[in-house]
């Protein structure tokens, strides 16, 4: 049977030199992205196309050899398929219809199924032509961060619309968030069942947060998708992604139950070796060494392998890769990682 590096360190194995992927590895830094997405259309219409999706997130597997493989889809397919209107500007990002209090009570998270069979199958056609030795990991956003952008509307630098909304209609956040939880629980299911191998759940402004609301609006939604996955699929590896917690990592594993702690770059290596003391921890290079190369990146890389190293440790990026990284140090990168293989 053939090994997965990255799932033995999902499950608490030390390995090194560690497995590796990246956060968008999937993406426009790519020319070969570029072409495929101009056969899209748009971008929703490339998240939806199981032949295409399938092609963007073989790419990066193809060309570099990563040890783990993330469909290509966005947080925004689960509001969508819950009936809210989404589409992507170029330049601006997603934009959506803000939702009202009284917008919740239609949302129906037991009907996206139908409007997300295109990613399962995306899903299932991964499996069978990724690698054997290549995990695959699906994933969603978390019910704060999904809803930060059904509420503004938008992006926004730091989330004050969704922040007011929840301090000013506290039950509507409280329900808008659980909809959100039912949908994303079921949605990493259908996932899991269709073939990946590990899920991630993607809460990028979770560090927006004072502590209250981070246990309100992140911890609790968490806590109760990971529950309803584990009943299903004990063993199938859950990473957390609570970008910018800084302090607020230090319970997240043990409250919501996540095996794996996503680190952003912006956490201290003596912080990042204590979390590793509990459990496998994934991350941490600041995307901007890898952008700049060279001796940053060298820097970078190998402070991480020295903290964090003997595992357990999926080495990661601490946010996504930026669309101007050049490929020859994404190459570097691995180098360094792996120059012990």
């Not at 050899?65 to 969508?80: K, N, R």
């Not at 930060?148 to 039950?171: C, K, L, N, W």
């Not at 899920?199 to 968490?222: H, M, N, T, Y």
């Not at 994934?282 to 001796?295: F, I, S, W």
Request: hydrophobic letters at 40%.
């Amino acid at each position: 049977m053939t090994v997965r590096k990255f799932l033995l360190a999902a499950k608490g194995q030390g390995v090194f030199p560690p497995p590796v992927w990246l956060m968008r590895q999937a993406g426009r830094y790519l020319p070969e992205y570029r072409e495929t997405r101009k056969k899209a259309g748009s971008f929703l219409d490339l998240c939806y196309n199981p032949e295409l999706a399938v092609e963007v997130t073989l790419q990066p597997i193809r060309r570099f050899g990563f040890d783990a493989s993330i469909l290509f889809s966005d947080i925004l397919v689960v509001p969508h398929a819950l009936g809210r209107d989404l589409r992507f500007e170029e330049g601006r990002g997603p934009v959506m219809t803000p939702i009202e209090p009284g917008d919740i009570a239609s949302l129906e998270p037991e009907s996206i199924h139908e409007k997300l069979e295109p990613v399962y199958e995306t899903v299932r056609r991964l499996r069978v032509e990724l690698p054997d030795e290549t995990a695959l990991i699906g994933f969603c956003g978390a019910p704060w961060t999904v809803a930060t952008y059904m509420i503004a509307g938008h992006g926004t630098p730091d989330q004050a619309p969704s922040r007011v909304f929840g301090y000013r209609h506290p039950e509507a956040m409280d329900e808008l968030l659980g909809k959100l939880t039912e949908a994303s629980a079921a949605y990493l299911i259908r996932q899991i069942e269709n073939g990946a191998d590990a899920i991630q759940i993607f809460d990028s402004w979770a560090g927006v947060l004072d502590q209250p609301s981070f246990e309100r609006w992140c911890v609790k939604p968490v806590t109760e998708i990971v529950k309803r996955v584990k009943a299903r699929f004990p063993d199938v590896p859950v990473i957390g992604f609570p970008r910018n917690a800084g302090l607020l990592y230090a319970n997240y594993r043990s409250s919501t139950g996540v095996d794996v702690l996503g680190l952003d770059w912006t956490v201290p290596m003596s912080q990042a070796s204590e979390l590793q003391t509990q459990g496998p921890v994934q991350g941490n290079l600041d995307p901007m060494r890898l952008l700049a190369g060279g001796k940053a990146l060298e820097e970078g890389v190998r402070t991480i392998l020295e903290t964090l190293g003997n595992g357990p440790l999926i080495f990661n990026l601490g946010h996504g890769i930026t669309p101007q990284t050049p490929i020859e140090h994404v190459e570097q990168m691995l180098k360094l990682v792996r120059k012990q293989a």
